[in-house]
């Protein structure tokens, strides 16, 4: 079986309602391995980024703005990288159809999820639909550094005039 990396971001409508702990428990049930994980302020940037494959699509601005958490005053999300034996078939057949009307009742969107009046899936957790998107999005929401797992080809590189919030002197 293969080794696989996914994304799972459980999102501000899964924080908002305490759900963290229960998906936590489902996911568990997939005996994969917790390789990264951190709460996340969502930026514009990140938040269009992510949903690229969505920009054409109606309902892309409101999309942008439910993972910045500005529809449920809930301004982060728990981003993850689970690894291990077909972890992206394991995580996706847990989570459940994007929509959660069709996902299984047993499923965790299923469960847990909505769609707005607005039509917005509120679906509660993201997470990668194959390994090119995997790479793509564990890439973009985390650093060579912040995963446990050598999952892609790295270097060691000088970044000068990278601007980062650093920890003011008192």
């Known amino acids: ?35 990264a994980a951190k709460m996340v302020r969502v930026s514009e940037e990140l938040a269009r980024e992510h949903y690229q494959h969505m920009k054409d699509k109606p309902f892309f601005d409101e999309l942008v703005s439910y993972l910045q958490g500005k529809l449920h005053n809930r301004r982060k999300v728990l981003a993850m990288v689970y690894w291990g034996d077909e972890a992206i078939e394991k995580v996706r057949n847990l989570a459940g ?20 009046s607005k039509g917005v899936y509120e679906n509660v957790i993201h997470t990668s639909s194959n390994p090119e998107e995997a790479e793509r999005e564990i890439k973009l929401w985390f650093e060579p550094d912040e995963i446990i797992q050598d999952v892609y080809p790295t270097k060691t590189a000088v970044l000068d005039k990278v601007k980062k919030r650093a920890w003011a002197q008192i």
């Open 1 to 35: 079986m293969p080794q696989q990396q996914t994304l799972i971001v459980i999102k501000p409508d899964g924080l908002v309602k305490s759900l963290t702990g229960n998906i936590l428990t489902r996911l568990s049930e997939t005996k994969l391995e917790i390789i």
């Open 97 to 116: 159809a994007t929509n959660p009307e069709k996902a299984d009742p047993t499923s965790i969107r299923g469960s847990y999820g909505r769609i707005t």
